[in-house]
């Protein structure tokens, strides 16, 4: 069975850590982690990249599994008094109406970049598009710059100094701080920061689990974007993640977009000039319980998505 990292018990430890209430339910062909969360309207229960599903269950197809899934979670939906289940399977959905399942604004990227880390060094390296990437990833240190791993949660103040300041930029709010303080603590996550005469002017934080690096938060001081030190760190996780011997890099979220103007596009390009391959997943859907409350609860929804762009 595929399970995503975001259904793994790693997972639901740092969930957990988060004080967040967690359930695990199993059945033949299908298992699923989801996190209890609240809305003035009451609770409601999220699988992050979940059901995992069985696609070569040699007798259920994926949707009867995902039928099962979604029956053993509404038993712990009543129980919790939770009015909706929301659900990403990583697959694509053949019928989601006969599932009773309304498509939601995505939370996860519906589609990621995935570079195949089972294949020779120079292999991964010839599949940089630009020549001049490679180039300055071998030659970095002679522009005296370095590279630097770390595990200490009190160290994520670097990364979150060039979140805020591209947030402040591009108008979006960067994740919580003791968000990524706990990443760290779980033991699953590594911050790579990249220092100019010994001043951090890059930083990423990347997961690693069950053989997949997940690159998942990235930014850089943008005074020093002539140095590409974000570039020089992506290269530097891929290569470390290969000689560690795992099997994939993830680059977390990508667009489908051909529109210049979509948020996503421009590092979309950026992660696609790396080589590798896109994995579409089915997005983001809701499984009501509760038709009236999720009904009330879409349409606060869209009132407060038209208050935020209409006072932007």
Not at 26 to 31: A, M, N, R, Y
Not at 119 to 139: A, F, G, M, Y
Not at 171 to 188: C, V
Request: hydrophobic residues 35%; neutral net charge; proline residues 5%.
């Amino acid at each position: 069975m595929n399970q995503h990292f975001l259904q793994s018990p790693t997972w639901e430890k740092y969930e957990q850590l988060e004080g967040h209430q967690t359930f695990r339910v199993t059945g033949e062909g299908f298992s699923a982690l989801a996190i209890l969360h609240s809305t003035p309207l009451g609770n409601y229960l999220f699988c992050p990249y979940g059901p995992s599903i069985d696609l070569n269950h040699p007798n259920l197809s994926p949707t009867e599994l995902l039928k099962s899934a979604l029956n053993a979670l509404t038993q712990v939906a009543h129980a919790n008094h939770a009015f909706f289940i929301r659900i990403e399977p990583t697959f694509p959905l053949s019928d989601p109406k006969s599932l009773n399942l309304h498509k939601s604004h995505d939370i996860d990227p519906a589609h990621t970049w995935v570079i195949d880390l089972n294949r020779p060094e120079t292999e991964i390296l010839s599949d940089i598009t630009e020549d001049r990437k490679v180039r300055r990833w071998r030659n970095h240190e002679k522009k005296d710059l370095k590279l630097r791993q770390t595990t200490d949660p009190k160290e994520i103040t670097i990364l979150m100094s060039f979140l805020e300041q591209t947030g402040a930029r591009n108008h979006f709010s960067p994740q919580n701080r003791a968000h990524l303080e706990n990443q760290l603590k779980s033991g699953f996550a590594t911050l790579y920061v990249a220092e100019l005469s010994g001043e951090p002017i890059a930083a990423s934080l990347v997961h690693d689990h069950n053989g997949v690096r997940y690159a998942v938060h990235a930014s850089a001081d943008d005074a020093h974007r002539n140095l590409a030190a974000g570039t020089i760190i992506s290269i530097q996780e891929m290569i470390d993640a290969s000689r560690n011997g795992f099997h994939e890099f993830d680059f977390w979220g990508v667009t489908t977009s051909t529109d210049p103007k979509h948020p996503w596009y421009g590092f979309t390009k950026h992660k696609k000039s790396f080589g590798g391959h896109q994995v579409n997943y089915a997005g983001t859907w809701d499984f009501p319980i509760n038709i009236f409350k999720y009904r009330l609860y879409q349409f606060i929804r869209l009132i407060n998505r038209f208050k935020r762009k209409l006072f932007h």
